[in-house]
């Protein structure tokens, strides 16, 4: 597999839309989610995802609408390289996880990748408005640990602390949290963390400061958990360009 410096992807902004795009890659990804919806375009190779422990195989010209927040894997298969879009969007529309074989919603995406016009994205996001879902809503427990975690980057209380808060055995409390989102607690900790630190990233703040605020223990923490979870460097992720670029 090659070293992460020879990846080739980029990253394109406008408010309220990411798209990262990825060409010739054998990275893998650790089990994530993301706070926005993303929508994903296989364009070559194949490549495994696994959304809530099942598992898709993608082929070119496929999607594969992900809701946010839900926990997913993104990966080769059989160490061969694929290229792909992922879109990642701001809005209150949230579709059912599904994988769409449809050239002309391909088309249609592809449209959006070349303009990320909100026109282009509003005409995506109408034709997988049949599917929307509402999510089932999390026990009092997993909602409490879920906001507390967030709110607490820098020093999260120990299980232990937020188990006798609850009046649960620790046990009980991670299993019951990770029956409602399909994370653990501690996953979901350094998820939210790389999530906080692309968006303080993404405002322009210095790498060493966004360690720091993320809660990281230092920056070679914060370097390896970033990678782990995104497949790019904090500062190919800060400026955009190939990872490439970033020697």
């Not at 990804?29 to 993303?38: E, F, T």
């Not at 975690?149 to 991670?174: C, G, H, N, Y």
């Not at 900790?189 to 605020?213: C, H, M, P, T």
């Amino acid at each position: 597999m090659p070293h992460t410096s020879q990846i080739n992807q980029t990253f394109i902004r406008q408010p309220g839309v990411e798209l990262r795009s990825t060409w010739q890659s054998m990275q893998a990804y650790k089990r994530h989610s993301h706070a926005q919806l993303s929508i994903g375009a296989i364009l070559e190779g194949q490549t495994c995802c696994t959304c809530n422990s099942e598992p898709f195989t993608l082929h070119p010209g496929d999607l594969i609408v992900i809701p946010a927040h839900m926990p997913h894997s993104c990966n080769p298969v059989a160490g061969q390289p694929r290229s792909y879009h992922m879109l990642y969007l701001e809005t209150d529309l949230q579709p059912a996880m599904q994988v769409i074989r449809s050239e002309a919603l391909f088309r249609q995406y592809l449209a959006v990748v070349d303009t990320l016009s909100p026109g282009a994205i509003n005409v995506l996001l109408s034709a997988l408005a049949e599917s929307s879902a509402t999510p089932e809503p999390l026990r009092p427990s997993s909602l409490a640990l879920l906001q507390t975690l967030r709110q607490s980057l820098l020093e999260p209380p120990s299980l232990d602390v937020l188990a006798r808060r609850f009046s649960l055995r620790k046990e009980t409390l991670i299993r019951t949290f990770k029956q409602d989102t399909g994370l653990t607690p501690g996953t979901f900790l350094a998820i939210s963390r790389v999530e906080f630190a692309k968006a303080r990233l993404r405002a322009g703040d210095n790498i060493a400061d966004v360690s720091y605020q993320s809660g990281f223990a230092d920056q070679s923490h914060f370097h390896k958990t970033f990678v782990s979870y995104t497949a790019a460097t904090p500062r190919q992720y800060a400026t955009g360009r190939s990872i490439s670029d970033n020697n």
